[in-house]
């Protein structure tokens, strides 16, 4: 509200320095946001300009060692070295991905409000708590005093996994105007301030037997990360876990460019990963003249290679099985520029995906209403995965009653703490909160019932009572039942609530737990313009159990999209001279439409694995892009004959 131009200059020595283009430096607050607007272009900022890192290689010598999630990022088993050199056959190339950004179509937002020390926040995010926990920490408050509120999510891909600067600087506005602030990113704002998937440059080398067998891999990766702190893209993690391989070296190093500070995106480390390594078997096959199916069947392990121990559930080979047979992968003429339809070159590629299976502690609470109906509550975030759905299906599966009795709330802190919705683990990691909550309250109607004289269950074990559609009733007596209504009214007309608190329940010394899938994609083409079309895709998936197979489809369909954007679209344009994001909307921002996208045919095994959580559910959010960009790229080499190592592929690469 005071005179912009009534503030004082100040001395470049008390100026913080501007790490990359598009860092905010300030923000204003009016009661309307064109007076905003109009308010920030009045603002007179002086630079003192310096030299930045924005040359990617050349940061290379300056490299230094990463981690992600607190696993170091180098790696290595067996005897490396001496693996190569008794190798016959050796693929050795570099591959290389951009950098590419999330472009939810809802941008981040967050709406702040104080009363007294309490503070209370709308926000965009994939981790209500996470926000909660960082703004006691920001503005010296009790946690209890942060009120955080997400209900939807529209979009999130791991850019709203973490709290950014935008978010405490709504809450510092709020405050110092003492009066509710809404912070909303624009599109250009996107582009920088809140994380992009890092670029990376991949070293692999592979080496084998005359007859296919791996006798070593070296994975060496090169990501970029910012001047501020460091992020890994750990994409040699799946190096690790892929295949039957002696001698194993996984090395990350990051490259710190004035750039702002990545972040995880989906599947992060392994859909540039499994590009690499993917691209490489078929590379290794077409070297030994054999099927790419067969390599991966030869090279297959029951064990994880570096642990040597099994894993909790592995079905990959019936995915290959199944996935073929749906594709007509034996249909396919090997050699490169040999199918064709009409003008339009046809190729065939398949690949490997994985991802890892893990969960952390969730609680959850169930609440019996004594109108009929439930309440299913967690700290956990709906970001289009269909949370809200699984915890009413798994609450309906409990008690036995209608899903349309079922009332599903997250999206809370006042709800019991869930995890971040990220890492493909909110079903494992909820769900379970979910189910043991469920049968407490369960437990506890059916023990009201068989202790209630006037209830037709009086006298009953409480084993010998069950519940279906709202009724308790006797298995051996189904005729001696009551509405649970009913009985509630009868003892107080008050709530039965059930509070659980789960931890993983995986035993990592014994079992390693991952995901995998078989992924074959056809695509046309034009041999004049050089322009490639999916045509169809057929992917097989062993998640464990399938909870929701709509749901399931849905994620696995997104992931496959998304992989058909890494392998042909996305591709963050950078001045080299300034840093500037010089594509930062959606209309230069290539990501696919409905009509870049063919048939997707998607499956899976569904059995469940009953040792990572009760459910026997892994996820299945992330899956879908690894190994899709390289199945994608193997198709374009069949089909074209030429090999594009660096992603996206567009129609200059190939001509």
């Not at 930045?52 to 005897?79: E, Q, V």
């Not at 121990?309 to 050699?335: M, N, Q, V």
């Not at 509070?499 to 004049?528: R, T, W, Y």
């Amino acid at each position: 509200h005071r005179d912009l131009h009534s503030f004082p200059t100040r001395r470049s020595s008390d100026l913080p320095q501007v790490h990359y283009n598009n860092q905010p430096i300030a923000v204003v607050v009016a009661e309307e946001l064109h007076q905003a607007q109009y308010a920030a272009s009045l603002l007179k900022i002086q630079y003192k300009e310096e030299s930045a890192k924005l040359d990617f290689i050349a940061g290379f010598p300056a490299s230094y060692p990463g981690s992600h999630t607190g696993i170091p990022g180098d790696l290595s088993f067996g005897d490396v070295e001496g693996g190569l050199r008794a190798a016959k056959i050796k693929i050795d190339q570099i591959y290389t991905t951009p950098i590419q950004h999330h472009n939810p179509m809802e941008p981040h937002a967050t709406m702040a409000q104080w009363d007294g020390d309490h503070l209370t926040i709308h926000d965009a995010t994939q981790h209500i708590s996470g926000v909660q926990k960082t703004l006691s920490k920001s503005f010296g408050i009790p946690k209890e005093n942060v009120h955080v509120v997400s209900w939807f999510v529209g979009g999130g891909f791991g850019c709203k996994g973490q709290i950014w600067s935008h978010v405490v600087l709504a809450a510092m506005a709020a405050r110092q105007v003492n009066r509710p602030v809404k912070l909303v990113l624009d599109r250009p704002q996107m582009f920088g301030p809140v994380g992009a998937r890092p670029e990376t440059y991949q070293h692999l080398i592979l080496g084998a037997t005359r007859d296919g067998k791996l006798t070593a891999i070296r994975h060496e990766v090169h990501a970029h990360t910012s001047m501020i702190e460091d992020y890994l893209e750990s994409s040699a993690f799946p190096t690790r876990v892929m295949y039957s391989c002696p001698n194993v070296a996984t090395i990350h190093r990051l490259v710190q460019l004035n750039m702002g500070t990545p972040t995880y995106m989906r599947a992060p480390g392994v859909a540039t990963g499994t590009y690499a390594v993917e691209v490489a078997m078929d590379e290794l096959a077409y070297e030994l003249k054999m099927d790419p199916l067969q390599l991966r069947l030869l090279n297959y392990t029951d064990v994880d290679p570096h642990t040597k121990i099994p894993f909790t559930e592995k079905h990959l080979r019936e995915c290959y099985t199944r996935g073929a047979e749906r594709f007509g992968w034996s249909k396919r003429k090997p050699e490169p520029r040999s199918m064709r339809d009409g003008a339009q070159l046809i190729g065939w590629g398949m690949a490997t995906e994985t991802y890892p299976g893990k969960n952390l502690p969730s609680g959850a609470m169930v609440r019996l209403q004594p109108n009929g109906r439930v309440l299913v509550a967690a700290g956990s975030q709906e970001i289009g995965t269909g949370m809200y759905t699984i915890m009413t299906q798994i609450t309906a599966d409990v008690l036995g009653i209608s899903p349309d009795l079922i009332d599903a709330r997250l999206g809370d802190t006042n709800y019991p703490e869930a995890p971040i919705s990220a890492g493909s683990m909110s079903t494992a990691s909820v769900g379970p909160a979910v189910q043991q909550a469920a049968m407490q309250a369960r437990a506890k109607l059916l023990q009201l019932a068989v202790n209630d004289a006037r209830s037709p269950l009086h006298g009953a074990a409480v084993e010998e009572a069950d519940i279906k559609d709202g009724k308790i009733f006797l298995r051996s007596a189904p005729g001696k039942s009551e509405a649970f209504a009913a009985l509630m009214a009868r003892n107080g007309n008050q709530p039965i609530e059930a509070m659980a608190q789960i931890k993983p329940q995986l035993n990592e010394k014994e079992f390693s737990c991952h995901s995998f899938g078989a992924i074959f994609a056809e695509v046309a083409v034009d041999p004049d313009v050089s322009m490639v079309r999916t045509r169809r895709v057929v992917a097989v998936y062993d998640v464990g159990r399938v909870i929701n197979q709509k749901l399931a489809r849905s994620q696995f369909t997104g992931g496959i999209v998304w992989g058909v954007s890494l392998a042909l679209q996305e591709d963050t344009a950078v001045d080299p001279r300034t840093g500037r994001i010089m594509n930062a909307n959606l209309a230069d921002y290539h990501v696919p439409v409905n009509a870049d996208i063919g048939e997707i045919d998607v499956s899976a095994i569904d059995i469940p694995d009953p040792r990572l959580d009760s459910l026997g559910a892994r996820g299945i959010g992330e899956i879908g892009i690894t190994g899709t960009g390289a199945a994608i790229a193997n198709a374009i080499f069949h089909a074209t004959g030429k090999r594009v190592r660096d992603l996206p592929i567009t129609p200059d690469k190939l001509v």
